[in-house]
């Protein structure tokens, strides 16, 4: 079975459609009756934001309930496109579906054992995989980088990530710290978060023709406003990274579901 596995690997290289966890049907020639995706999470991390353990284990444990099979997960990280940051996927994988039963009488013994091998194989290989990725991501988080380039990576990420998918239903969980400092616009002031003004910030985020589309998906934040162990940030402060945000997701056609500020107090769905 784990050399069916490892040419499953090098097999999932060729296929034009990315998905890093290899076919199982496609390895045993197999029809898939139900290819559909029920549900796809995505996992975007802002490389600006560190989080605390209690964040880390929070996005982890969430993940983990959509490594299962008809679920996708998608980790991407985005930041500005400096020293060496930029927006790129670093893990993208689908468990696919499993055969009903009434399927399984018109398959051989022999090659349902092997089927059924793979597809165990398959879970565990998409959860080290999607696990690596992750730790892998969150770990590379920088708050000394220059720029945090959101509204721009948001819109990136709609168009040419989230909205390609096939998913039923797509769950967006966005870590950052949700300060934009940007060519578009910034939130700080002489080192402070400034008095947002939601008109006329919307108004920059459609001007730069950089207005997202999340076409209906269910979004959470966690990491709002988040500061280092020394620092505070104030009610009125967070209450304006708030407004804005929510008019934002109201403008970009997405469910915003939690906006943790900056932990999440309920789980994803």
Not at 2 to 21: E, W
Not at 36 to 46: G, H, N, R
Not at 112 to 138: E, F, H, I, P
């Amino acid at each position: 079975m784990r050399k069916l596995f490892a040419t499953l690997l090098v097999l999932s290289t060729l296929l034009l459609a990315r998905n890093d966890v290899p076919s199982c049907y496609d390895a045993l020639k197999l029809n898939n009756p139900n290819p559909s995706v029920e549900k796809e999470l995505f996992i975007l991390v802002d490389q600006t934001t560190p989080l605390d353990k209690n964040m880390m284990i929070y996005t982890y444990k969430n993940m983990m309930k959509f490594i299962k099979n008809g679920y996708a997960v998608t980790i991407a990280s985005f930041s500005a496109n400096a020293n060496g940051k930029y927006t790129d996927v670093a893990y993208e994988g689908t468990l696919e579906n499993l055969l009903p039963d009434s399927a399984k009488h018109d398959i051989a013994k022999k090659k349902l054992r092997k089927y059924q091998g793979c597809m165990n194989g398959q879970y565990k290989y998409a959860k080290k995989k999607a696990t690596k990725a992750l730790v892998s991501v969150l770990k590379g988080a920088n708050k000394k980088l220059p720029h945090s380039d959101i509204i721009k990576s948001l819109d990136d990420i709609s168009k040419h990530i989230i909205a390609p998918s096939k998913a039923s239903q797509k769950v967006v969980l966005l870590v950052s710290d949700m300060i934009e400092h940007s060519s578009i616009t910034t939130f700080y002031s002489k080192g402070l978060i400034k008095k947002i003004d939601v008109n006329k910030e919307m108004s920059k985020v459609k001007s730069s023709g950089h207005l997202a589309n999340f076409s209906g998906a269910d979004v959470y934040v966690i990491g709002t406003g988040v500061i280092s162990k020394k620092g505070y940030r104030d009610a009125k402060t967070l209450k304006r990274l708030t407004d804005f945000w929510e008019a934002y997701f109201t403008a970009t056609h997405a469910n915003l579901k939690a906006l943790g500020t900056p932990m999440l107090l309920e789980d994803i769905n």
